[in-house]
T-cell receptor, first 114, second 109 residues
Framework: NAGVTQTPKFQVLKTGQSMTLQCAQD?????MYWYRQDPGMGLRLIYY???????DKGEVPNGYNVSRLNKREFSLRLESAAPSQTSVYFC?????????????FGDGTRLSIL | EDQVTQSPEALRLQEGESSSLNCSYT??????LFWYRQDPGKGPEFLFT???AGEEKEKERLKATLTKKESFLHITAPKPEDSATYLC??????????FGTGTSLTVIP
């Protein structure tokens, strides 16, 4: 019963490099989310996908792109990494059909941009 | 604008010393208020959902309550293993969840 799986767990990049963070869920949830978590800032929404085939911007989308590959998978891409994108990235999923369903989170990707 | 504020930012308790964490919120059409626990190096772990004012949920030493403007997470006789960051989030009429910045709880043996 894996829940939400994120890869990689750690990554160090140089400024200007690109990379894709992967997320997969096995709970058959329709909605998936990408957050970043920074000290003192809490969890901030980057992008979300309410259902397969749709994506929407969250609070801090600049510098990121997403792809909802299928119902299970939602990836986050940094095209040209900047030091300001150093953070811990969390993927989450939920079933939005009833409002009181919580989000379930992966254990995060710790990303450092040098 | 939907918003969540948690207090205090940090709390240190002696083992067995009960206390409460606060989560105040403004949201259009509350569809759920959620409490999570986050351990260092881990993702948030779901604890409770509260939906309507007056509702209460309990799990071991934790009890969550909800009013129209705030929620409390009461911790009774805490143990060192309760040390973690506790996050509060709300969901309004849209698909987004709004998180507070959390309360870092340390329970000293």
């Amino acid at each position: 019963n894996a829940g939400v799986t994120q890869t990689p767990k750690f990554q160090v990049l140089k400024t200007g490099q690109s990379m894709t963070l992967q997320c997969a869920q096995d709970m058959n949830h329709n909605s998936m989310y990408w957050y970043r978590q920074d000290p003192g800032m809490g969890l901030r929404l980057i992008y979300y996908s309410a259902s397969e085939g749709t994506t929407d911007k969250g609070e801090v989308p600049n510098g990121y792109n997403v792809s909802r590959l299928n119902k299970r998978e939602f990836s986050l891409r940094l095209e040209s990494a900047a030091p300001s994108q150093t953070s811990v990235y969390f993927c989450a999923s939920s079933e939005p059909t009833t409002g009181d369903q919580p989000q379930h989170f992966g254990d995060g990707t710790r990303l450092s941009i040098l | 604008e939907d918003q969540v504020t948690q207090s205090p930012e940090a709390l240190r308790l002696q083992e067995g010393e009960s206390s409460s964490l606060n989560c105040s919120y403004t949201v259009s059409g509350l569809r759920g208020l959620f409490w999570y626990r986050q351990d260092p190096g881990k993702g948030p772990e779901f604890l409770f959902t509260l939906y309507s004012a007056g509702e209460e949920k309990e799990k071991e030493r934790l009890k969550a309550t909800l009013t129209k403007k705030e929620s409390f997470l009461h911790i009774t006789a805490p143990k060192p293993e309760d040390s973690a960051t506790y996050l509060c989030a709300v969901r309004g009429t849209g698909n987004q969840f709004y998180f507070g910045t959390g309360t870092s709880l340390t329970v000293i043996p």
